[in-house]
Nanobody
Framework: QVQLVESGGGLVQPGGSLRLSCTASENLIGGNIMGWYRQAPGKQRELVAVMSNDGLRNTANSVKGRFTISRDNAKNTVALQMNNLKPEDTAVYYC??????????WGQGIQVTVSS
């Protein structure tokens, strides 16, 4: 069972920045996709940005141009740089891993609140 540990959330004013980081508990061998989803109160969980181990990215239209996903495969980490944050970005952010032949794994979630 792969454990995903998230860090970096918190409270920020509109227009501010945060950086989320997620580290997997073991070396990820083979094809995989790591990334971030979020869930706001009363809404369904949605994709924010994901990235494959060979560098392909998929980013939600609502955050394009503001959020950037990156990976360090040697360290089994994925990061999400969030700039120009808006109140509607407020949500619990979840790290996700889809590992070839092993399935899906989720972090426990980290709160991001954008408020003045």
């Amino acid at each position: 069972q792969v454990q995903l540990v998230e860090s970096g959330g918190g409270l920020v004013q509109p227009g501010g920045s945060l950086r989320l980081s997620c580290t997997a508990s073991e070396n990820l061998i083979g094809g995989n996709i790591m990334g971030w989803y979020r869930q706001a109160p009363g809404k369904q969980r949605e994709l924010v940005a994901v990235m494959s181990n060979d560098g392909l990215r998929n980013t939600a239209n609502s955050v394009k141009g503001r959020f950037t996903i990156s990976r360090d495969n040697a360290k089994n980490t994925v990061a999400l740089q969030m700039n120009n944050l808006k109140p509607e970005d407020t949500a619990v952010y979840y790290c996700h891993l889809n590992q070839f032949r092993r399935g899906d794994f989720w972090g426990q979630g980290i709160q991001v609140t954008v408020s003045s």
